[in-house]
């Protein structure tokens, strides 16, 4: 497998921006969307748990009603696609063990994670329901973050937002019914000719300010 040149990815992150307007006649492809799902399916977390859910809006009508409760930006239903990603709220020792089955149904070896299994259950049963929330959802941003830079290396358009309302969005989506809420979203497709945003140059604090070495 060749490497992607160190400048093609440079050029790649500093041509990506949170697109504020999204052409809603331009769509991702079929195959690169694939892409991007795999991309997600790949993120790694902390002790491989996964916790989370990562959930499509394809339904126009559902993607109207959103926009209310997301600051009434429109790119959650302008945007090609709308990935929602959400945490499990439901993480505990039956979670882990669903975890290791899985890890023994890929490696095999039946039993030889009981002492890893031991320890990640007593990782999340130290956690009060609060703790597990707060920690399943920092592992989201490794997944968001992963999936726009693999968005930007194909020249697809990406918008990471907070400013909404998880409650609104949990129950228009069904998710307290399956022990999910909303983490995070990600709005994707591709820029408008009328963002004015799209050129604008990036601001980010001086290099030797923002690393050190020790």
Same mark, same amino acid.
């Given at each position: 497998?060749?490497?992607?040149? *160190?400048?093609?990815?440079?050029?790649?992150?500093?041509?990506?921006? %949170?697109?504020?307007?999204?052409?809603?006649?331009?769509?991702?492809?079929?195959? $690169?969307?694939?892409?991007?799902?795999? +991309?997600?399916?790949?993120?790694?977390?902390?002790?491989?748990?996964?916790?989370?859910?990562?959930?499509?809006?394809?339904?126009?009508?559902?993607?109207?009603?959103?926009?209310?409760?997301?600051?009434?930006?429109?790119?959650?239903?302008?945007? *090609?696609?709308?990935?929602?990603?959400?945490?499990?709220?439901?993480? $505990?020792?039956?979670?882990?063990?669903?975890?290791?089955?899985?890890?023994?149904?890929?490696?095999?070896?039946?039993?030889?994670?009981?002492?890893?299994?031991?320890?990640? %259950?007593?990782?999340? +049963?130290?956690?009060?329901? $609060?703790?597990?929330?707060?920690?399943?959802?920092?592992?989201?941003?490794?997944?968001?973050?992963?999936?726009?830079?693999? %968005?930007?290396?194909?020249?697809?358009? %990406?918008?990471?937002?907070?400013?909404?309302?998880?409650?609104?969005?949990?129950?228009?989506?069904?998710? @307290?019914?399956?022990?999910?809420?909303?983490?995070?979203?990600?709005?994707?497709?591709?820029?408008?000719?009328?963002? @004015?945003?799209?050129?604008?140059? @990036?601001?980010?604090?001086? @290099?030797?300010?923002?690393?050190?070495?020790?």
């Amino acid at each position: 497998m060749a490497a992607i040149p *160190s400048q093609q990815i440079l050029d790649s992150l500093n041509w990506r921006y %949170a697109t504020k307007v999204f052409d809603p006649a331009k769509k991702i492809s079929s195959a $690169d969307w694939n892409a991007l799902e795999e +991309s997600l399916i790949l993120t790694p977390s902390s002790f491989g748990l996964q916790p989370w859910e990562f959930v499509l809006v394809e339904n126009p009508s559902i993607r109207e009603q959103l926009v209310k409760f997301s600051w009434n930006q429109r790119q959650v239903a302008d945007a *090609s696609h709308l990935l929602v990603i959400a945490i499990r709220t439901d993480i $505990d020792a039956k979670w882990v063990d669903h975890f290791v089955s899985r890890v023994e149904e890929i490696r095999g070896d039946q039993g030889a994670f009981t002492g890893y299994r031991d320890m990640m %259950a007593g990782f999340v +049963s130290n956690l009060d329901e $609060d703790g597990v929330k707060q920690w399943a959802k920092l592992q989201t941003y490794i997944a968001l973050g992963q999936f726009m830079t693999c %968005a930007a290396l194909m020249e697809i358009d %990406a918008c990471p937002m907070e400013g909404f309302v998880a409650d609104q969005y949990d129950e228009i989506l069904g998710f @307290k019914d399956k022990n999910l809420t909303t983490a995070v979203l990600c709005p994707a497709g591709y820029r408008s000719d009328e963002d @004015k945003y799209a050129h604008l140059p @990036k601001v980010r604090f001086p @290099k030797d300010q923002m690393i050190s070495r020790i």
